[in-house]
């Protein structure tokens, strides 16, 4: 075997230890991914294909008013996320943030049940009386719903 035979081999060999090494890299992230929707997207998709129980996603949008509630047990919230097009009902069990109130933006990661609510098991609210998800915003903008004084 010639030296630069041997030179080549290494390298091959180097180059597939590397790309096995990314693909497992690629298969952790996939598992991790969090997809974000509005509600008119979430609605779309939902129509395409049913997201499947399992998956995890984000949903974002403004607290549709009036919409809170509480179950008996005092723990579980209930409210709808809207873009002021499509409701997705999302139920929540813990405390939500101080800053969490109708007619607010907000962002909830869960899953989706197999009635249609979105079980969220994390919500996020806004910090102030300026600031909206980037994800929110642009929903609202999709929509022609968008009420900032901001791009």
Request: no cysteine; net charge negative; glycine share 10%.
């Amino acid at each position: 075997m010639t030296r630069k035979r041997r030179r080549l081999y290494i390298v091959g060999g180097f180059m597939l230890i590397f790309a096995a090494a990314a693909a497992l890299v690629l298969m952790a992230f996939e598992e991790n991914i969090v997809f974000f929707y509005s509600p008119t997207e979430l609605a779309r998709k939902m129509e395409q294909q049913p997201i499947p129980p399992e998956r995890r996603l984000r949903i974002g949008g403004l607290v549709e008013e009036g919409s809170q509630g509480r179950d008996k047990d005092g723990i579980t919230v209930t409210f709808r996320i809207t873009d002021t097009v499509e409701v997705v009902p999302v139920r929540f069990r813990g405390l939500l943030p101080d800053l969490f109130r109708e007619g607010q933006g907000v962002v909830a990661e869960g899953s989706m049940a197999a009635d249609g609510t979105f079980v969220a098991t994390e919500v996020l609210a806004k910090h102030d009386e300026t600031y909206m998800p980037k994800e929110v915003a642009d929903a609202l903008k999709d929509a022609g719903q968008w009420q900032g004084d901001h791009e």
